[in-house]
């Protein structure tokens, strides 16, 4: 177990919908990141926040966003759902360099 | 931005042998390197890391070296065994502190 919680773990939607993935980072862990990883595919950097603030951006559609709040939880929104958006959603923190991965939510859109 | 190169993207060796797999990186800022591990549906773990300060790290089978004048580092797995089979992949976090993954290698073992 990393220490970082995600929810859900699986979800199934339909195209053109919105959803919410949410993330618990590992206690004391400022630096919360996201990930998409496509079937069979690598790890794409969407986001990383530090404390609240949005610190780095990587390739994240402009129908996705995400922010973290004062507990420093965060959250991912996914809208306007394309088929290509299938993918596991994975969530990271890190309290320095090191960064623990969360089991990741999978997304169906359908 | 940084961008990270992989590969092989698929090896194939005996149990009891050696692997290797090599990345390039292309920003000299880079200054963490780790290595994760992903089972099949599973989550990427840490299995090993390096900073830009130390050019070798051993933790039992696994090692890792970088080459900074090269920007290239390797991961080094001796005495492999069929639970090693698994995706590896290479990362490296650079100057604005986004960890850039390498595209990943299948590595397996066969008994």
């Known amino acids: 177990d990393s220490g970082v919680t995600q929810t859900p773990k699986h979800l199934i939607t339909a195209t053109g919908q919105r959803v919410t993935l949410r993330c618990s980072p590992r206690s004391g862990d400022l630096s919360v990141y996201w990930y998409q990883q496509s079937l069979d595919q690598g790890l794409q950097f969407l986001i990383q926040?530090?404390?609240?603030?949005?610190?780095a951006k990587g390739n994240i559609l402009e129908r996705f966003s995400a922010q973290q709040f004062p507990d420093l939880h965060s959250e991912l929104n996914l809208s306007s759902l394309e088929l290509g958006d299938s993918a596991l959603y994975f969530c990271a923190s890190s309290g320095g360099d090191t960064i623990y991965f969360g089991e990741g939510s999978w997304l169906t859109v359908v | 931005g940084e961008n990270v190169e992989q590969h092989p993207s698929t090896l194939s060796v005996q149990e009891g042998d050696s692997a290797v797999i090599k990345c390039t990186y292309s920003d000299s800022a880079s200054n963490y390197f780790p290595w994760y591990k992903q089972e099949l549906g599973k989550r990427p773990q840490l299995i090993i890391d390096?900073?830009?300060?130390?050019g070798e790290k051993k933790d039992q089978r696994i090692a890792v070296t970088l080459n900074k004048t090269a920007k290239h580092f390797s991961l080094h797995i001796t005495e492999t065994q069929p639970e090693d089979s698994a995706v590896y992949f290479c990362?490296?976090?650079?100057?604005?502190?986004?960890?850039?993954f390498g595209s990943g290698t299948r590595l397996l073992v066969r008994p």
């Open positions: 990362a490296a976090m650079d100057s604005s502190y986004k960890l850039i």
């Open positions: 926040y530090y404390n609240g603030e949005e610190r």
């Open positions: 390096i900073r830009s300060n130390v």
